[in-house]
């Protein structure tokens, strides 16, 4: 180091807006992946920043065939929190391998739809705030009655889920955070009185994937604090198990093979695969190697 | 791109997992659902999708900051609901 340098500290490992655009644009130019994957804006920001929402999904010869209309929803977003990049990483693990070769990326584009939007709060991210918007408001407790002018990406994002869930069932919405007191990766969900369990499966399915997840970490209680959270607030909207906020350690692990260590970006890119092949064992996807005739294949 | 240690943390592979095992594991062991209960962790610090920070401005700062102007519309609505919420004056008897 010389005496001139200047220093950045940083939380986690920096995913900036111009990263996400970059890897989009990657993604745009891939001629593959033009097939299922369809780049847009879903509304600008209060600075007029592009929110960027992808749609994934294996492109049909007739989008009105019984296939077709047969592909359950997937909603997952990141990133609401600007200082949280490790949201971000995960992110991208869920996207890349989402547009990847492989049989299960093949397999899950084939039976499903999947609407992401992967930084909720850009203006917060660009200008490097921790938790607020331009607004200066946490947007995840603004998404009970979010407001046009102010919160416009909360806003779009209840339309296009509650036109998402008119036009399919949807099978899991799962919105990525860090978490800047706990160690590992868990999930908060939401909890039916009457089978518990409903809505601790995916979760516990998660843990058997990888062990630097933690199901005895994750909580599936619906505080009147967390009204007006994405988690509970599409759960009510929705009233399906699979509502989740995923959440990542700033920190690392205090399990399993990474016991003590730090988290490096591929570890939360591994759990937005994992996350994916979580949905592959919930919804008993059958994936056929790459090549084979494929048929409908959710059990 | 080096590849990812995905093999690094692994425990199963997905394809060895089969949910009717898992959902009758969570039903048959209690503790699973008990290890699960309570809050999450909301300790003091803002913790995601814990308490919010202390950095969220206030409804009044907010809207000194972003006044929003009723719309004409909303004007006439306004007062429209104002009106009809006015209590019904009682006639003396006399």
Avoid at chain 1, 7 to 24: G, I, N, Q
Avoid at chain 1, 225 to 235: D, G, H, Q
Avoid at chain 2, 28 to 49: R, V
Wanted: glycine share 4%.
């Amino acid at each position: 180091m010389e005496s001139n340098d200047v220093v950045y500290f940083a939380h986690c490992f920096p995913y900036t807006y111009t990263d996400l655009c970059e890897d989009l644009k990657v993604i745009e130019r891939d001629r593959a992946t033009q097939n299922f994957v369809n780049r847009s804006t879903l509304c600008r920001t209060l600075a007029g920043n592009r929110c960027e929402y992808l749609t994934i999904t294996s492109k049909e010869k007739d989008p009105n065939s019984e296939k077709s209309k047969a592909k359950k929803g997937v909603f997952i977003s990141a990133r609401v929190h600007p200082g949280e990049s490790n949201a971000s990483w995960m992110m991208k693990g869920v996207i890349d391998f989402l547009v990847g070769n492989t049989a299960e990326a093949q397999a899950l584009r084939e039976n499903f739809v999947f609407k992401i939007v992967p930084m909720l709060n850009p203006d917060g991210v660009i200008n490097g705030n921790y938790r607020c918007s331009l607004a200066g408001q946490d947007l995840n407790r603004r998404w009970k009655v979010p407001s046009k002018t102010l919160h416009p990406v909360n806003w779009h994002v209840k339309k296009m889920v509650r036109e998402f869930n008119r036009e399919r069932e949807i099978a899991l919405v799962c919105d990525l955070h860090g978490h800047s007191r706990r160690k590992n990766i868990f999930m908060y969900g939401n909890n039916f009185s009457d089978k518990p369990h409903a809505t601790r499966v995916f979760p516990y399915i998660m843990s058997k994937l990888i062990d630097f997840f933690s199901f005895d970490y994750s909580r599936f209680s619906v505080h009147r604090s967390k009204e007006s959270t994405a988690r509970v607030t599409l759960w009510r909207e929705l009233k399906i198990a699979n509502v989740f906020t995923m959440e990542a350690s700033f920190c690392g692990a205090n399990k399993g093979q990474l016991e003590n260590k730090h988290f490096m970006p591929e570890h939360f890119m591994i759990a937005g695969r994992k996350l994916l092949e979580a949905l592959i064992v919930y919804t008993k996807l059958e994936v056929h190697p790459l090549g084979s005739p494929t048929q409908p294949c959710i059990g | 791109m080096s590849k990812l240690p995905v093999e690094q943390a692994q425990i199963a592979s997905y394809d060895e997992l089969k949910i009717q095992d898992l959902e009758r594991e969570l039903v048959q062991n209690k503790e699973l659902i008990e290890m699960t209960k309570g809050d999450e962790d909301g300790e003091d610090s803002a913790c995601s999708d814990s308490e919010p920070s202390e950095d969220n401005l206030s409804e009044g700062e907010m809207a000194k900051l972003i006044p929003i102007k009723p719309t004409p519309g909303q004007n006439r609505k306004d007062k429209k609901k104002a009106a009809a919420d006015q209590p019904v004056r009682k006639n003396s008897a006399q």
